[in-house]
């Protein structure tokens, strides 16, 4: 199932910004504000860095933000650093079954 | 500090049963929501299944009739019984605490154990 969809890859230059989108459907992210996001570096476990669309965990870098429109959500990443570098992942909690669905994941590359 | 260490993942044959554990530090499982989240090789990651506080089960229904979510508070651990497995069961598994309010959201990961499933 691909419920919810990401570019399989964004690139940016240190200091600059990127966005990151996640488009679903009605049923999985339009209807719900019940979005997060995870970071992934190789080898590791994620870590969320948003959730409920735009609130940051403690300890996650106000670089980090996260909107939503609509059937599509964003995450926003400011002042690009080198350990940025990672994979992205969307999700969505839905009553539906299952309750919980990710993207397929964004290779963000530091240039 | 909250803690997750799996542990029992392997190679099993098709078919073959495994069961994976969590040890949790910092924190009481039986007072929290808790997951199980794979993610097969260069794959997205997929929900398997959660414990809530009360001791109530969900799974995903591609595992629903196999596998098995449990707890052990006196061990303060956490476990997934995995039987009749399959090639597409590979997948690295981790456990994972969620935030209060039932949405889902994975706010704390073990490190993840490596399960491959030969057939």
């Known amino acids: 199932q691909s419920a919810l969809t990401q570019p399989a890859s964004v690139s940016g230059s240190p200091g600059q910004s990127i966005t990151i989108s996640c488009t679903g459907t009605?049923?999985?992210?339009?209807?719900?504000?019940?979005v997060s996001w995870y970071q992934q570096h190789p080898g590791k476990a994620p870590k969320l860095i948003i959730y409920?669309?735009?609130n940051r965990p403690s300890g996650v870098s106000n670089r980090f933000s996260g909107s939503k429109s609509g059937n599509t959500a964003s995450l926003s990443i400011s002042g690009l650093q080198a350990e940025d570098e990672a994979h992205y992942y969307c999700?969505?909690?839905?009553?539906?079954?299952?309750?919980?669905?990710f993207g397929g994941g964004t290779k963000l590359t530091v240039l | 500090e909250v803690q997750l260490v799996e542990s029992g993942g392997g190679l099993i044959q098709s078919g073959g049963s495994l069961r994976l554990s969590c040890a949790a530090s910092?924190?009481?499982?039986?007072?929290?929501?808790m997951s199980w989240v794979r993610q097969a090789p260069g794959m997205r990651l997929e929900w398997v299944s959660i414990?809530?506080?009360?001791?109530?089960?969900y799974y995903a229904d591609s595992v629903k009739g196999r596998f098995t979510i449990s707890r052990d508070n006196s061990k303060n651990t956490l476990y997934l019984q995995m039987n009749r497995l399959r090639a597409e069961d590979t997948a690295v598994y981790y456990c994972?605490?969620?935030?209060?309010?039932?949405?889902?959201?994975?706010?704390?990961w073990g490190q993840g154990t490596l399960v491959t499933v030969s057939s």
């Open positions: 009605s049923s999985y992210l339009g209807d719900y504000n019940y």
């Open positions: 414990i809530y506080n009360d001791g109530t089960t």
């Open positions: 409920g669309v735009s």
């Open positions: 999700s969505s909690y839905t009553t539906s079954s299952p309750p919980v669905v």
């Open positions: 910092g924190f009481t499982v039986r007072g929290n929501y």
């Open positions: 994972a605490t969620l935030l209060p309010g039932g949405f889902y959201y994975f706010d704390h």
